[in-house]
T-cell receptor
Framework: QKEVEQNSGPLSVPEGAIASLNCTYS??????FFWYRQYSGKSPELIMF????GDKEDGRFTAQLNKASQYVSLLIRDSQPSDSATYLC????????????FGKGTHLIIQP | GAVVSQHPSWVICKSGTSVKIECRSL??????MFWYRQFPKQSLMLMAT?????????EQGVEKDKFLINHASLTLSTLTVTSAHPEDSSFYIC????????????FGPGTRLTVL
């Protein structure tokens, strides 16, 4: 059984600070890792993907992957109120042909 | 790029009726599409994998005779909820796989189904 674990939150962060979201996964054979943002009542929107150990930066977002620890994280710098949403960690074990396994998501609140 | 549409965005139906949901990749061809379901305050759960020109692959616990999937072309997959019941009320979301490194799934806007 593939599992993806996230702290459900809510995680409250002041505007302008760094928000840190964490995710662990059970399948050591997992190959690709994704972070999606989901606003209430909407479908997920892809933020970033990562598949190599280390950090990957895209604007205010940085994804970090540690396959040995089976851990992936997302950092959001200079947090804005519009970043308030649920962030879903998703894992793909089959190189793309398989559906994604999602965590339950972390509810992030950016306080103005 | 990588836009996925779904229709309808919401539907209300009576118990026992069937509902068809369409998923289209608008600017790319998707040999593989996926159907997910999300109940309130829950995560997305994969229901089935839809492959163009072949039968869908269903996840454990998902009734294939109840949730009919047809992937007739490289840009269209349909999900039909047959004989819908109130417990089928949920947010149904499709995604389409875009080839790349790595392959990435892009989600449609979702269809909210309410069965009375």
């Amino acid at each position: 059984q593939k599992e993806v674990e996230q702290n459900s939150g809510p995680l409250s962060v002041p505007e302008g600070a760094i928000a840190s979201l964490n995710c662990t996964y059970s399948d050591r054979g997992s190959q690709s890792f994704f972070w999606y943002r989901q606003y209430s009542g909407k479908s997920p929107e892809l933020i970033m993907f990562i598949y190599s150990n280390g950090d990957k930066e895209d604007g205010r977002f940085t994804a970090q992957l540690n396959k040995a620890s089976q851990y992936v994280s997302l950092l959001i710098r200079d947090s804005q109120p519009s970043d308030s949403a649920t962030y879903l960690c998703a894992v793909n074990s089959g190189g793309g042909a398989d559906g994604l396994t999602f965590g339950k998501g972390t509810h992030l609140i950016i306080q103005p | 790029g990588a836009v996925v549409s779904q229709h309808p965005s919401w539907v209300i139906c009576k118990s026992g009726t069937s509902v068809k949901i369409e998923c289209r990749s608008l600017d790319f061809q998707a040999t593989t599409m996926f159907w997910y379901r999300q109940f309130p305050k829950q995560s997305l759960m994969l229901m089935a994998t839809s492959n163009e020109g072949s039968k869908a692959t269903y996840e454990q616990g998902v009734e294939k005779d109840k949730f009919l999937i047809n992937h007739a072309s490289l840009t269209l997959s349909t999900l039909t909820v047959t004989s819908a019941h109130p417990e089928d009320s949920s947010f149904y979301i499709c995604s389409a796989r875009s080839s790349g490194v790595p392959d990435t799934q892009y989600f449609g806007p979702g269809t909210r189904l309410t069965v009375l």
